[in-house]
Structure formats: structure tokens, C-alpha cells
């Protein structure tokens, strides 16, 4: 529902994603009330948004909560109470015909006899070796894993995902995101499956009812200064002023999580923050979703490194919560981040595929399908992003502007991050 604007407000907040909600939030419980919160969309939570379509909750692909600060748990416990579910992950890697358990780099045992002592020799080789610096992705990838499981996974896998090869590519991102094992324990997956939990993934957390989108909805009502179907067109700081929906807002502060190339588009820029821009680049991922008419068993997602597989991951809906599907059906998403010129045709080639791989089966009646495009997906590590965001966010933080999240910082994030991020702004306005 929308809400009529306020036309001056002492923090504007550009985006009603998490982020954004979360800065809000934090501002409210605060007691600082004047702030206003715009987001386009006729709903709230942005990419953590849900949505229901014939009895079915589907996401913006998998968004699944990893929380590992104290809190951040606290908060979604206290924002979601008894609507709140600890799941174990059960996620794998399509490779040689049949599903190995992920991590890759963890469970050689799964693999292909020859496969399995490239990945092992490469593994004792770079084990050996001094690497403290790696100048790329590729190097940091072949320094941690060796040269067999770079060509058997992380090369293929990482530059379908990214478009981008990971020579081309920092490994600024890595942090938590990439199971490093040590020597011994990629030694002893050769014998047996890893009993370590790996990766900050391997367990997550999931709203038993509402998708995703329920954290979102449970921020949002704690945030009474909204305004929805809000796109703001320009940014002036000089005069401090937001033209919203062809309104003028006067603002003391203001608190961006849109795509930071996009906030610089809009706003009245110096030449070298335009020219930083256009250094950034992203990728574009689309969704496929869809139902079938059976309950299959139950699993989360699979990786898919092959170059002539159309999609790099597959994931079960409907696994997160049963509350995301009727009774004896099962939904699922499939991304990409191929370009896409005919989704009709594409999305044929890929239930195709599907069934060739055995995750549907030929007889099964699809209940419905539909695509949900990505525009701005995962801001891409390059070469240049460090130096262009620095200084982009430079400029913008001398003239009161407080980016924040995946897109405002232009960086590879979760939603713990998020949420984290916005209390920390608030704390910063306060």
C-alpha cells in the first residue's frame, strides 16, 4: 500500500530490501522516527522477497539464512518466533553421471579413480608450495586446492557462474564463502566421506511458513515510514534533494542499498565517480521455476560445472519448508547465467536436461513454470572494483551518503550481512 510522501526527512532510505528494512528498523527501535524508507516494487524485501503462485511459495532462487553471529540470531528468532526452522544441508555436485557430496574439494572419495589422483597429487603439490599472495582467483583457487580440483570443478564451475574467468577475477571474495580444507582432511576424503561440517552453508535457517520473504514482511511491519511504487528518477546532494515519483524530498542524510551504478546514474556526479562506474560490472542471472506432480526425495541443490549445461545450479523449493508446496507435488528452480534470447526455447532445453540427469522424470506433469529475471545479480570481483568502489564510496560518504549491502557496496554478501550492516548504519545516523 502506498503511503503519501513526506517532503522533507532527516535520513532517506533508498531500497526496502533487507538492508534497507534493517537500517529502518534499527532506526525505529532507536526512537529516531524521522526517516523515510522508498523502494519501487509494490512489495517489500526486494531479492529476499516471496511470492505465492497456485498454492506454491517460490523465492528469488534459493535464499537461505546462515547465521552465525549472536545478534543476528537473536533478531530473525525475535522477528519470526516459532516460525523459524535449523536445516541440515544436503547439497551436491553433478559430475561423471552421478551426485557427489558438496563440498567437491572435501569428498574425493565420490570420485572417478583418475580424477580422484589428479585432485590428490595437485592437492600434496600445492601443499608444498608457498603461496601467500595470490595476484588472482585462479591462483588463490590452485594454491588452496591444487591444479586437479581448479580444472575438474573450480574453474568450470566459477566461470559459468561469474561469466568471467577467474584469472580475470580477485579473490577479494573468497573469505567465507569457499570450503578451504586442510592437506590432511583432503587426504582422508579419499578414503571416506568428510563427518566435518564444511562451509559456511552447512547449516542454514528457513521461515517454516512464507518463503524467504517472511523475514522481510517481519521487519516491514516494525517500519511505519514507507513509501511503496517509490522510484527515485534523481539525486542531487548539493541541494539535498530526491526526486521521487517527479516529487521533490529534502533530506539531511541519506542511506543507499540500490546498486551503487545505479545511484550514481541518478545523482550529480564528478566525472571520475561516472567514469569508476562504468568499471563495474555484474552478472545477470535467470530463474526458472516449477512444480511437478509428485514428492520426490528430499534434497536442497546441485552444482552443475559442465560447459554444456545450460544452468550452473538446481535447487528444491519446496526441501526448505513443505509449507512452500501442496501435498505430493515438489518445486523447484533452476538458474542461469547464460544470455537468454528465447525463454521458451531455453526453458525446453532444460527440462530436457533435466530428465536426461534424472532430477524429473519424463512422465512427470509440470503444474506450472515461469521465469523471474535478475538484472543485477552478483557484482563481479574484477580487477578494477576495488579501486572504482573506493572511490565511489569516498565521494558519497563526504556528502552524507551511507552505502550499504550487497549492491550499495557492490559486493559479494548473505543476508546475516545485511542485517548486520543495517544496525551498524543506524548506529552510524544516531
Not at 595437485?122 to 580444472?151: H, M, N, V
Not at 530428465?355 to 543485477?376: A, E, N, Y
Not at 551511507?402 to 548504519?425: D, P, T, V
Amino acid at each position: 500500500m502506498k503511503k503519501s510522501p513526506i517532503l522533507q526527512t532527516d535520513v532517506l532510505i533508498l531500497g526496502g530490501g533487507l538492508t534497507g528494512l534493517s537500517v529502518a528498523f534499527h532506526l525505529e527501535q532507536a526512537g529516531h522516527t524521522d526517516y523515510l524508507l522508498i523502494e519501487k516494487n509494490n512489495f517489500f524485501g526486494g531479492l529476499c522477497a516471496s511470492h505465492e503462485k497456485d498454492g506454491f511459495i517460490f523465492d528469488y532462487s534459493g535464499h537461505l539464512l546462515h547465521l552465525r553471529d549472536p545478534y543476528a540470531l537473536t533478531l530473525v528468532r525475535r522477528l519470526l518466533g516459532k516460525n523459524l526452522a535449523k536445516i541440515k544441508r544436503e547439497a551436491f555436485i553433478y559430475f561423471d553421471g552421478k551426485r557427489v557430496p558438496f563440498p567437491f574439494q572435501a569428498n574425493l572419495w565420490a570420485l572417478p579413480a583418475k580424477v580422484q589422483k589428479e585432485c590428490l597429487d595437485g592437492a600434496l603439490k600445492a601443499a608444498q608450495s608457498a603461496c601467500t599472495k595470490p595476484k588472482d582467483f585462479q591462483q588463490w583457487c590452485r594454491c588452496a586446492f591444487g591444479e586437479g580440483i581448479y580444472k575438474h570443478f573450480m574453474l568450470p564451475y566459477n566461470q559459468k557462474l561469474w561469466q568471467t574467468h577467474p584469472r580475470q577475477m580477485t579473490c577479494d571474495w573468497c573469505g567465507p564463502f569457499v570450503p578451504k580444507p586442510d592437506i590432511s582432511q583432503i587426504r582422508q576424503s579419499v578414503r571416506q566421506q568428510t563427518r566435518t561440517p564444511m562451509g559456511y552453508n552447512h547449516h542454514f535457517y528457513y521461515p517454516k511458513q512464507g518463503g524467504c520473504g517472511a523475514l522481510a514482511q517481519a521487519l516491514a511491519c516494525r517500519v511505519p515510514n514507507t513509501w511503496l511504487q517509490a522510484t527515485v528518477q534523481k539525486i542531487d546532494f548539493k541541494k539535498k534533494e530526491a526526486t521521487i515519483n517527479g516529487k521533490k524530498i529534502l533530506f539531511k542524510r541519506l542511506v543507499n542499498t540500490l546498486p551503487l551504478k545505479e545511484l550514481v546514474r541518478i545523482t550529480v556526479t564528478p566525472p571520475s565517480v561516472q567514469q569508476a562506474a562504468r568499471l563495474l560490472k555484474h552478472t545477470t542471472v535467470h530463474v526458472l521455476n516449477f512444480a511437478i506432480n509428485r514428492r520426490i526425495e528430499p534434497w536442497h541443490w546441485i552444482y552443475f560445472p559442465q560447459d554444456q549445461v545450460p544452468f550452473y545450479r538446481v535447487g528444491v523449493q519446496s526441501s526448505f519448508s513443505t509449507h512452500n508446496a501442496p501435498p505430493d507435488t515438489t518445486s523447484f528452480y533452476v538458474e542461469t547465467s547464460e544470455k537468454i534470447t528465447d525463454f521458451q526455447a531455453s526453458q525446453k532445453a532444460i527440462f530436457q536436461d533435466l530428465i536426461q540427469k534424472g532430477i524429473i522424470k519424463k512422465q512427470d506433469k509440470i503444474l506450472l513454470s515461469f521465469w523471474q529475471s535478475i538484472p543485477v545479480a552478483y557484482a563481479i570481483y574484477n580487477k578494477d572494483r576495488a579501486s572504482a568502489t573506493h572511490k565511489i564510496l569516498h565521494w558519497l560518504s563526504k556528502n552524507q551518503c551511507f552505502c550499504a549491502g550487497r549492491y550499495g557496496l557492490w559486493e559479494y554478501s548473505f543476508m546475516e550481512r545485511s542485517l548486520l550492516q543495517g544496525r551498524e548504519i543506524a548506529e552510524k545516523l544516531l
